[in-house]
């Protein structure tokens, strides 16, 4: 059991708007480490999406967004496109595990 | 180009050892942070360990002791020795250049990764 939680799931239609949530608490996102956001398309490794809560590296389109509030970050993807079809990954550091952590993950369906 | 791949997976049998490697170009393992991720069959990620740029090493809980991490810099090469090993440690193994501020760490790029198989 990760002590950063994601739904398991998530679906919506094309062009639609969808977003993960990444729950954690005092000792990881909430005592002010970044959260980062990694997208794994079936059968390959996982790609970083966003970096430090909310920046995106060069070349990932500019529908995926972060955000980070209190113990929580977001994840949001817009204009939904089938090739979004994928499993997403929020990771951060905890201070009372002393070590890095991802949440278990999101698989989002494009329906 | 920046790039990443590992090598050295396989089947081992509960207790015994396996040595991953993992040669990366475009840039130098010495003046990176790096750091071994693992996936279980139809899991999640899972972080490993870490080695910092000043030779420093961090472990999860889960393998501490029984992992090792360490780097050739003649050959840009970063390993990981696996000793006692488990039927639990079975995974895909991915190494990834860890990028870091003061506020927490991040992995990019990652390699393609090497599937690790503990059997009887």
């Known amino acids: 059991q990760s002590v950063v939680t994601q739904p398991p799931s998530v679906s919506g239609a094309p062009g639609q708007r969808v977003t993960i949530s990444c729950t954690g608490s005092s000792s990881n996102i909430g005592a002010g480490y970044d959260v980062h956001w990694y997208q794994q398309l079936p059968g390959t490794a996982p790609k970083l999406l966003i970096y430090?809560?909310?920046n995106r590296p060069s070349g990932v389109p500019d529908r995926f967004s972060g955000s980070k509030s209190g113990t929580s970050a977001s994840l949001a993807i817009t204009g939904l496109q089938a090739e979004d079809e994928a499993d997403y990954y929020c990771?951060?550091?905890?201070?009372?595990?002393?070590?890095?952590?991802f949440g278990g993950g999101t698989k989002l369906t494009v329906l | 180009e920046v790039q990443l791949v590992e090598s050295g997976g396989g089947l081992v049998q509960p207790g015994g050892s396996l040595r991953l490697s993992c040669a990366a170009s475009?840039?130098?393992?010495?003046?990176?942070?790096m750091s071994w991720v693992r996936q279980a069959p139809g899991k999640g990620l899972e972080w490993v360990s870490i080695i910092y740029s000043g030779g420093g090493t961090y472990y999860a809980d889960s393998v501490k002791g029984r992992f090792t991490i360490s780097r050739d810099n003649s050959k840009n090469t970063l390993y990981l020795q696996m000793n006692s090993l488990r039927v639990e440690d079975t995974a895909v193994y991915y190494c990834?250049?860890?990028?870091?501020?003061?506020?927490?760490?991040?992995?990019?790029?990652w390699g393609q990764g090497t599937l690790v198989t503990v059997s009887s």
């Open positions: 990771q951060s550091y905890d201070s009372s595990l002393s070590g890095l952590v």
């Open positions: 990834a250049r860890a990028r870091y501020t003061s506020s927490s760490n991040w992995f990019d790029p």
């Open positions: 430090g809560n909310s």
């Open positions: 475009g840039f130098t393992v010495s003046g990176n942070y």
